[in-house]
Each structure stands twice: as structure tokens, then as C-alpha cells.
């Protein structure tokens, strides 16, 4: 028997297809139940001020590219969504005088248009953006080499063999989006072997950096927080780092400010993954399996699923 068919994409997989009663149980929620949601490999983190939330945000890169040596060279791969600490990493690897030639990054995603990575001049390029507001702020004294920068684009091996050439990737920042995404990691089409059932746990975890299609919810949300809503001046592909590189992170780390998923997804993700409870209609939940995650709140963005009416 097949599942329920999506309330908000009715051809796509998303959480709208879990059971009811699973989805009721994560409504009734509070703020203070996340954190009893920690275990062993997940750890639930709050911070009460928004300075404190980027800052902290911001020295994970610190604190990773500080092990950096040149033979030991240690990376982090980062998100541009969130982006408000980005400009925090430029300004503390300056002020301390942070020498970051054996450090690396790895870029999550970048749009695909036409076949091709997008033009990193356009507005809406993720390369233009960590350019703008990071490493164009850095001293040319500390600056990382430009081999060490590494993006995904639509002939992927070059970049997939980063992953496999010896760099250790400390941590992997994400945020989480409408689809309860890391990256771009969407759900998938319901169609052919995936009319019925969403891939399994295992197939998604297959999955390496590759070209996706992305889900409709994707689009209308980065038309909302980046487009001014102007879905049509969206992509709807992408290319992104897979769950197979994910694993070979040693820390995943997840920020959630309360800008890009609602109170209902930032409750979702965190009980499915606390009470490990798989599902790739809901592919943040697969990091029930990785050994070390750590989820960070600001806690006046967690917000709440009474009704109110606006």
C-alpha cells in the first residue's frame, strides 16, 4: 500500500507524507523538549542571543582550520544559508592573524543553469556570495590558497576527488531548509520505482555530490530569503554535496536562527533524529546514523506551533 500523497507537492515526496500521528506528536513539542532530545552522537544546543548564535557559528571555522598543518591539512565544508557569519570568520582569522594556507573549505552547493554551474558574477551565485563576504575581507597575509577552496560544479570529479585526497573535514555546517534539506539534498520525484516509497535509508546514503532537481518548496524559499520571492529568478537544479561526503565529516553541525525552516520543521528534524526515526522523505532525518550531529538553536527563533492568526 502506498503512502500519502504530499499536501504541497503532490508529484514529490516531502514530510508531508509521514504518518498523522508522528506529525501531531511533533506539533505538541515545546522549546525545552528539544533539548531532552539530545543523546549519544546528537546534541541539542540552545543560545538565548543572536551574537552569540553566529559567533559561534563563526569559530567553528576557526576552531577547524586552527589544526590545519601542513601535514595533517584539516577543512570545513559551510553553508551559504546561513550566511551572517561569514563576514564574523574574515574579521576573527584577521584579528588573529590566522595563517590558513594548510586550511581548507569545501562549498556546499551552486546552482546549475543550462547544464553549467552558474556564472559566479550572477547575484545569486554561492560562490559570489562566500567571495563577498568572506574571503574578499581576509588580509592577503592569511589568505587560503585558492586550491584549497573547493566548489562544486556540474563536472563533479574534481571536486569529489577532494573528498577522497587525504583533507580531513572537521566539521559540515549546514542550515536546514523548507524540505528539511542540509545542502540540497531534496527528497525526491515520486515516480518510478518511487511511486509508492521514498528511496530507502541506505539508497539516499549511496548518494555522492551530484546535479539534483530541486523540490518545489526549495525554490519558493530561496526566492523568499534571497529573491525577494521571485520564484521564476530561481534555478530549479542544483548541483550538491552528497550524503557520501557527509559520512566523512567527522561533526555535522546544523543552525537554526529561525529564518529559513518554521517552528513546526525545527521540531521535526530534531525528534526524528533524537528518537531515530529514518525516512528520506525527510532527508535531514538520515543523520540519525552519523556519529556525531549537533543541532544549534537561537532560542527566540524556535518559536511555536500554537495556532495565531494573522
Known amino acids: 500500500m502506498s503512502r500519502k500523497i504530499s499536501m ?5 515526496w516531502d514530510f508531508t507524507t509521514l504518518d498523522d500521528e508522528l506529525l501531531n506528536d511533533v506539533a505538541k513539542l515545546s522549546a ?13 544546543v540552545f543560545y538565548d ?12 571555522y576557526i576552531t577547524s582550520w586552527k589544526q590545519a598543518t ?9 553553508p551559504i544559508g546561513p550566511t551572517e557569519q561569514l563576514p ?5 582569522v584577521n584579528e588573529l592573524q590566522l595563517d590558513l594556507s594548510n586550511a581548507h573549505i569545501w562549498a556546499m552547493d551552486e546552482w546549475i543553469v543550462d547544464g553549467k554551474e552558474i556564472d559566479p558574477k550572477s547575484s545569486i551565485s554561492f560562490v559570489r556570495a562566500i567571495n563577498d563576504l568572506c574571503f574578499d575581507r581576509i588580509d592577503k597575509k592569511f589568505k587560503m590558497p585558492e586550491s584549497n577552496i573547493h ?7 574534481e571536486y569529489i576527488q577532494s573528498w577522497n585526497s587525504g583533507i580531513r573535514c572537521a566539521v559540515m555546517q549546514g542550515g536546514q531548509g523548507d524540505t528539511k534539506h542540509w545542502a ?4 525526491v520525484r515520486r515516480e518510478g520505482k518511487y511511486k509508492d516509497a521514498p528511496p530507502s535509508p541506505e539508497e539516499f546514503r549511496k548518494l555522492g555530490t551530484r546535479i539534483v532537481d530541486l523540490h518545489p518548496i526549495t525554490c519558493m524559499q530561496n526566492a523568499r ?11 530549479s537544479k542544483a548541483v550538491t554535496v552528497g550524503p557520501q561526503e557527509t559520512w566523512k565529516a567527522e561533526k555535522v553541525s546544523i543552525w537554526q536562527a529561525g529564518v529559513h525552516d518554521n517552528p513546526f520543521g525545527q521540531r521535526l528534524t530534531a525528534f526524528m533524529i533524537g528518537k531515530k526515526i529514518i525516512d528520506s522523505s525527510v532527508p535531514m532525518s538520515l543523520l540519525a546514523d552519523h556519529p556525531n550531529v549537533q543541532f544549534n538553536y537561537y532560542r527566540g527563533g524556535i518559536g511555536t506551533t500554537v495556532v495565531e492568526m494573522h
Open 225 to 235: 530569503t534571497s529573491g525577494g520571492g521571485v520564484v521564476t529568478g530561481i534555478p
Open 49 to 60: 542571543t543572536l551574537e552569540d548564535f553566529y559567533l559561534a557559528e563563526a569559530l567553528e
Open 70 to 78: 601542513a601535514s595533517n591539512p584539516v577543512g570545513i565544508c559551510g
Open 151 to 157: 566548489i562544486p560544479k556540474a563536472d563533479t570529479s
Open 88 to 92: 564574523l570568520v574574515a574579521r576573527l
Open 184 to 187: 540540497f539534498n531534496d527528497p
Open 32 to 44: 525545552e523538549d528539544l533539548l531532552q532530545l539530545s543523546r549519544p552522537g546528537f546534541n541539542v
Open 8 to 12: 504541497l507537492a503532490p508529484d514529490w
